[in-house]
Structures are given as structure tokens and as C-alpha cells.
């Protein structure tokens, strides 16, 4: 009980409230190093394998913390699921790295399951967990549940060069100002316009 109080103190520490009635845009993760930092925080095999799967998918929060062992082929390295948003099924290729860190999690159950109830985490659980992680790290932004499909989409584009309509289709967006504005970077023809001096 102690370690949860003081757990929760310290997520309460790490996180800028707004204020009522204004939003807050949650930001991806900007570089590999910032990834790197934040796995260097994760003791708990559990965390590091919630966080890798998530930087390395496109998985929505919802559907990545009801995961379960029985939709992962251990032997092809894939995950199989129908998205709870789109009802779409998907079939997803794990690489070996990501396979690695999951392994120690094989059960046919919930992989990420809450340690309070047994059963999913919840998305107010994982926005506090991403907050304090990013605060371990010494990383500044408004992190949350959000920030690793985010990041995934973020680092495909500015750091691999995937292109804008592949991760645009990927995401199940309806328009390309959509994917920039979701990765927080402006769409260049509004870069440009505004490159312009008057």
C-alpha cells in the first residue's frame, strides 16, 4: 500500500493538471534517444513489454492494454486482433527485437493485466504510467495513453522516412492534415505558407 501511495504521489507530481476547461495536446515521443531513455526506466518486465509493443505498433491505448497471450503466433511472431474502434482484423508482424521482450509475458491470458483488479489496465492507469515514465526519463511534454501510437507514427515519418499516405492508411485516417496534425508537425503546404515573408 505504502509503494502505491508513494507511486501515486509521485504521478501526481509529474503531471502538469490543466486547467478546468482547457485541453491539453498529448505529444508523441520526438526521437529514438527519448525511447531509449524511457526503456532505460522500466524495471518491471511487464512495463518494458507495454511500452515496446506500443512504440513498435499502431495499436489504439484500448486495444493494446486488452491484449491477451492467445492472439500472439510465438512461433510467426504476430498478433492477430479486431480493432475495437474499426471492428477490423488485422494481422500485425512482431520482429524478433519485440518478440524478445514479450516472451517472458507468454500466457494465453491478459498480458497486461491491472495489479489491483486482475483484470485490463485501465486508460486512466496507463496515462499516469506513460506520465511518470516520461518523468523518470527527465523528458518536459503532455504525455499520456496516446503519446506511444503517437510515437510509433511520429518516428515512421521524421527518423525512417515512411510515407505520409502509408502511415495516413495505417492510422485509419480520412485526410493527410489529419496524420500531421496527429504527429504534431505541420502539413508542409501550411509550413510553406507561413515560410512566406511579408
Given amino acids: 500500500m505504502h509503494s502505491y501511495r508513494r507511486r501515486k504521489g509521485?504521478?501526481?507530481r509529474a503531471v502538469p493538471h490543466p486547467a478546468e476547461g482547457s485541453t491539453v495536446t498529448i505529444e508523441p515521443l520526438r526521437s529514438l534517444e527519448d525511447v531509449a531513455r524511457?526503456?532505460?526506466v522500466l524495471t518491471n518486465p511487464k512495463d518494458l513489454?507495454?511500452?515496446?509493443?506500443?512504440?513498435?505498433?499502431?495499436?489504439?491505448?484500448?486495444?493494446?492494454?486488452?491484449?491477451?497471450?492467445?492472439?500472439?503466433?510465438?512461433?510467426?511472431?504476430?498478433?492477430t486482433l479486431r480493432e475495437s474502434k474499426t471492428g477490423k482484423k488485422r494481422t500485425i508482424p512482431?520482429?524478433?527485437r519485440v518478440m524478445e521482450v514479450l516472451y517472458p509475458l507468454a500466457t494465453d491470458g491478459l498480458l497486461f493485466p491491472?495489479?489491483?483488479?486482475?483484470?485490463p489496465l485501465t486508460m486512466s492507469a496507463w496515462n499516469g504510467k506513460m506520465k511518470l515514465w516520461c518523468s523518470r526519463a527527465g523528458i518536459k511534454g503532455n504525455f499520456g495513453a496516446r503519446t506511444i501510437r503517437k510515437t510509433w507514427a511520429y518516428l515512421q515519418f521524421t527518423v525512417f522516412g515512411a510515407p505520409i499516405e502509408a502511415l495516413s492508411a495505417e492510422l485509419g485516417h480520412t485526410s493527410l492534415r489529419d496524420t500531421y496534425r496527429y504527429i504534431a508537425l505541420p502539413a508542409p503546404e501550411?509550413?510553406?505558407?507561413?515560410?512566406?515573408?511579408?
Fill in 10 to 12: 509521485e504521478i501526481m
Fill in 38 to 40: 524511457v526503456k532505460a
Fill in 49 to 79: 513489454a507495454l511500452f515496446v509493443l506500443g512504440v513498435n505498433t499502431n495499436l489504439r491505448a484500448s486495444d493494446l492494454l486488452a491484449l491477451r497471450g492467445e492472439q500472439i503466433d510465438w512461433m510467426a511472431g504476430t498478433l
Fill in 94 to 96: 512482431l520482429g524478433p
Fill in 114 to 119: 491491472s495489479n489491483k483488479s486482475g483484470g
Fill in 190 to 198: 501550411t509550413a510553406r505558407i507561413f515560410a512566406n515573408f511579408i
